[in-house]
């Protein structure tokens, strides 16, 4: 019989929230990237995304279920925050795959370049950057804690008496 490793419930958000960045900052360069890496590392991007959510489905369902009843205000400001992003990570993926220029010929279809969708894939791309900047600072506490533990736990802690302190001082 095999071992399974098992992987923290945090280690796995932070890995995948990790990718998710990544993967977000080089998507949003078309210009750096080129259009063919923009769309299918956006395409990847929407998995991350969907799994994500996923890996979030209980905190989702819980918090719809209280939204209207007793829940704390951070819990409700998250929530209408994460939806918001859910609403405008839907509009980027739809409409990119229908302004797409490498995607849907690759699979044979024909995409709509320029007008409405161009317009609708550019600001919901625009107010996505602000989301997620918003929801990195209601995050921030968890974000420092799972790098400290899971990408830097590994370095000795350096323990500085109060007495080396003052000495490294004069």
């Keep these: 019989m095999k071992n399974k490793i098992k992987m923290s419930t945090t280690k796995q958000n932070l890995l995948v929230d990790l990718l998710i960045v990544s993967a977000f ?19 990847g991007l929407a998995v991350g995304f969907l799994t ?7 905190w989702i369902f819980e918090t719809t279920r209280r939204f209207f009843n007793k829940l704390a205000r951070q819990s409700r400001i998250n929530f209408v925050l994460n939806l ?19 995607i849907l010929p690759f699979i044979g279809l024909q ?7 161009k317009w609708l894939h550019t600001t919901a791309a625009d107010l996505v950057i602000w ?36 000495e490294a001082a004069l």
């Excluded at 900052?25 to 395409?43: D, K, N, R, V």
């Excluded at 995409?111 to 969708?117: A, D, M, R």
């Design 111 to 117: 995409g709509v370049h320029g007008g409405v969708w």
């Design 84 to 102: 918001a992003l859910l609403v405008a990570f839907t509009l980027i993926i739809f409409s990119g795959l229908m302004i797409s220029e490498e």
């Design 131 to 166: 989301l997620v900047a918003l929801h990195i600072a209601l995050h921030w506490k968890w974000i420092v804690n799972a790098v400290k533990k899971y990408l830097f736990g590994w370095l000795p802690k350096r323990q500085i008496t109060l007495k080396k302190r003052s």
């Design 25 to 43: 900052l080089f998507a949003s360069q078309p210009h750096l990237t080129g259009m063919a890496i923009h769309e299918w590392l956006s395409l």
């Design 52 to 58: 994500h959510v996923l890996l979030h489905w209980r």
